[in-house]
Nanobody, 123 residues
C-alpha cells in the first residue's frame, strides 16, 4: 500500500501561484510513477501532469503547459506541482496519484490516490 497526502491548496487571485505537495509513505517512493489530476465541479477527473520514477519523463496537459511544473524529491518521498499564472479555469480539487508500472495519463493507470486538495482561483 502507498499512502498519499496532498497539501498546499488554497484561494488565490488570477495570475497568482501555488505549490502543491504530495507526501508518500508505505512503499519505496522512488519505484513509483507519480501524477497530478484535477476535478472541477460537474466535470470528469483529468490529468494535469505526470512524472516517471526517475524524473526522466514528464507530461503536461496542454492547458497547463508552460505554467505548471512537476518535480519530485525521492529522498523526501514527495512530489510537487508548482502552479504559476493561475486562471479561474484551474479551480478544482487536485489529486496526487501513484502507480508502480505505468506512467499513463488516464485515471485507470493509477492504483493509489490521495484525498485531494482544493485550489480556487478568483477572477
Amino acid at each position: 500500500q502507498v499512502q498519499l497526502v496532498e497539501s498546499g491548496g488554497g484561494l488565490v487571485q488570477a495570475g497568482g501561484s501555488l505549490r502543491l505537495s504530495c507526501a508518500a509513505s508505505g512503499r519505496t517512493f522512488s519505484n513509483y510513477h507519480m501524477a497530478w489530476f484535477r476535478q472541477a465541479p460537474g466535470k470528469e477527473r483529468e490529468v494535469v501532469s505526470t512524472i516517471s520514477w526517475s524524473s526522466e519523463w514528464k507530461y503536461y496537459a496542454s492547458s497547463v503547459k508552460g505554467r505548471f511544473t512537476i518535480s519530485r524529491d525521492n529522498a523526501k518521498n514527495t512530489v510537487y506541482l508548482q502552479m504559476n499564472s493561475l486562471e479561474p479555469e484551474d479551480t478544482a480539487i487536485y489529486y496526487c496519484a501513484a502507480n508502480r508500472f505505468r506512467a499513463g495519463v488516464s485515471v485507470a493507470s493509477y492504483e493509489y490516490w490521495g484525498q485531494g486538495t482544493q485550489v480556487t482561483v478568483s477572477s
